[in-house]
C-alpha cells in the first residue's frame, strides 16, 4: 500500500504536460485534486499515469524499477483486439472496476475512480460517481490517441 501511495504522490508531483512536442515539465508545488478536475485528458494523463506508463504510454514511466509487476503498453491496445481500441474496457479499469482481475490487489495500478468522485461532490455530500467516469472516459480517450496505426 506504501507503495502505491508513493507512486500516487509521484505522478502528482512529478509529471506535468508541457507543450504538443511532449515536453515534460517538473512542477516545484505538487498539483492538488481540484487542479485535476479541471484538465484534460492528455494532462491528466500526464499527471497521474505517465509516471507509470511513460508519456508515449509505452510502459517506460520513471516509476517503473520501483514496480513488482511490469507495466502494460497502452499504445498496442487496439492491435491486439482486432485493431479496434477497447474504450469501454479500458474506462473500466481507469475507474477500478476490474480491480481484483486485472491489477490484482498487492500494490497495482491505482483505482482512479475511488480518487475522482471526491473531486465533485454530489447531493449531501454524497461522492459523484458519474462525474469520476466523466474523468475515466477522458482518460480513456486520451489513451486511445495515443494507439499505433
Given at each position: 500500500m506504501k507503495l502505491m501511495q508513493a507512486i500516487v504522490v509521484a505522478a502528482v508531483t512529478v509529471l506535468c504536460a508541457g507543450t504538443t512536442f511532449g515536453e515534460v515539465v517538473i512542477r516545484e508545488v505538487q498539483m492538488t485534486w481540484e487542479e485535476v478536475a479541471e484538465l484534460d485528458g492528455d494532462v491528466?494523463?500526464?499527471?497521474?499515469?505517465?509516471?507509470?506508463?511513460?508519456?508515449?504510454?509505452?510502459?517506460?514511466?520513471?516509476?517503473?524499477g520501483a514496480l513488482k509487476k511490469g507495466v502494460p503498453d497502452l499504445t498496442v491496445l487496439a492491435a491486439n483486439n482486432?485493431?479496434?481500441?477497447?474504450?469501454?474496457?479500458?474506462?473500466?479499469?481507469?475507474?477500478?472496476?476490474?480491480?481484483?482481475?486485472?491489477?490484482?490487489?498487492s500494490g497495482g495500478m491505482p483505482y482512479w475512480g475511488d480518487h475522482f468522485m471526491?473531486?465533485?461532490?454530489?447531493f449531501n455530500g454524497i461522492p459523484h460517481t458519474r462525474y469520476a467516469w466523466e474523468r475515466a472516459h477522458t482518460l480513456s480517450t486520451h489513451v486511445e490517441s495515443l494507439q499505433i496505426n
Amino acid at each position: 500500500m506504501k507503495l502505491m501511495q508513493a507512486i500516487v504522490v509521484a505522478a502528482v508531483t512529478v509529471l506535468c504536460a508541457g507543450t504538443t512536442f511532449g515536453e515534460v515539465v517538473i512542477r516545484e508545488v505538487q498539483m492538488t485534486w481540484e487542479e485535476v478536475a479541471e484538465l484534460d485528458g492528455d494532462v491528466v494523463f500526464n499527471n497521474l499515469c505517465a509516471v507509470c506508463h511513460g508519456v508515449g504510454g509505452k510502459g517506460d514511466g520513471p516509476a517503473i524499477g520501483a514496480l513488482k509487476k511490469g507495466v502494460p503498453d497502452l499504445t498496442v491496445l487496439a492491435a491486439n483486439n482486432d485493431g479496434v481500441y477497447p474504450h469501454k474496457q479500458v474506462k473500466n479499469v481507469i475507474f477500478g472496476r476490474y480491480r481484483d482481475v486485472t491489477h490484482g490487489t498487492s500494490g497495482g495500478m491505482p483505482y482512479w475512480g475511488d480518487h475522482f468522485m471526491y473531486l465533485r461532490v454530489g447531493f449531501n455530500g454524497i461522492p459523484h460517481t458519474r462525474y469520476a467516469w466523466e474523468r475515466a472516459h477522458t482518460l480513456s480517450t486520451h489513451v486511445e490517441s495515443l494507439q499505433i496505426n
